[in-house]
């Protein structure tokens, strides 16, 4: 694999790993429910076949609201698997929205509350990282497309870290855009709190792969006035 091209493609690689698998489902609501949808969506194969359940399963009315989100999971989940990044951007922007939902009512106990917060920090990592993937597989580096992605995804990192301010993840992929940005100060500022919140949560494999980090050069048509 060689030239940019070849390197485009081992770095979407390489996010793709990262991304975890879509959110496991609520446990305060009934067992043989979440059954039902597993059933009819999660374990359904192959993956256009997957695809179809699941939004099928969307559609009955009876579902409970509380499902709404890891559903949409599952199909952007399946998405990605399938490279097809926008879809997967699209569902993961609707499982956020049912998610919010969940988080922003009055109902919800102050002990649930940072799971909760901890989960939508994942979510917006996960969104951020799907950008990162499709700006790196569909847009010329330095495009004005590619600048609007790399706008979009930073502002996810940022939405990441409101949720969970140690999310060390989000830390060091938002160092990445500033650095395209030209701001290698901030960059810098997001690696050494990337490596100490790695620390911090005993990453240790994360943080030491961290300190070795090489972050992409300016481009200087991206510099921010």
Not at 193 to 206: N, Y
């Amino acid at each position: 694999m060689n030239g940019p091209s070849g390197l485009r493609l081992a770095t979407c690689f390489g996010l793709a790993v990262v991304l975890p698998a879509a959110q496991t489902p609520p446990t305060a609501h009934p067992r043989d429910e979440w059954r039902v949808i597993a059933k009819e969506c999660r374990d359904v194969l192959p993956a256009q076949a997957k695809i179809r359940a699941c939004l099928n399963l969307l559609s009955d009315r009876r579902l409970a609201p509380a499902y709404l989100a890891p559903i949409n999971a599952e199909i952007s989940s399946t998405f990605q698997g399938l490279r097809d990044y926008g879809n997967a951007i699209k569902y993961k922007k609707i499982e956020i929205a049912h998610a919010n939902t969940a988080v922003e009512q009055p109902s919800a106990s102050s002990e649930a509350l940072p799971a909760s917060f901890g989960a939508m920090s994942l979510r917006y990592l996960e969104l951020g990282t799907l950008q990162s993937l499709n700006r790196l597989a569909f847009f010329d580096s330095q495009s004005d497309e590619a600048r609007r992605d790399a706008t979009e995804e930073q502002s996810n990192y940022n939405q990441a870290l409101s949720y969970n301010p140690m999310n060390y993840r989000a830390y060091r992929y938002r160092a990445e855009i500033r650095s395209l940005f030209c701001d290698r100060a901030s960059a810098a500022q997001d690696m050494e709190a990337a490596v100490r919140f790695a620390e911090q949560a005993g990453d240790q494999d994360a943080a030491r792969d961290y300190k070795h980090v090489t972050l992409s050069a300016c481009i200087p048509a991206w510099r921010r006035d």
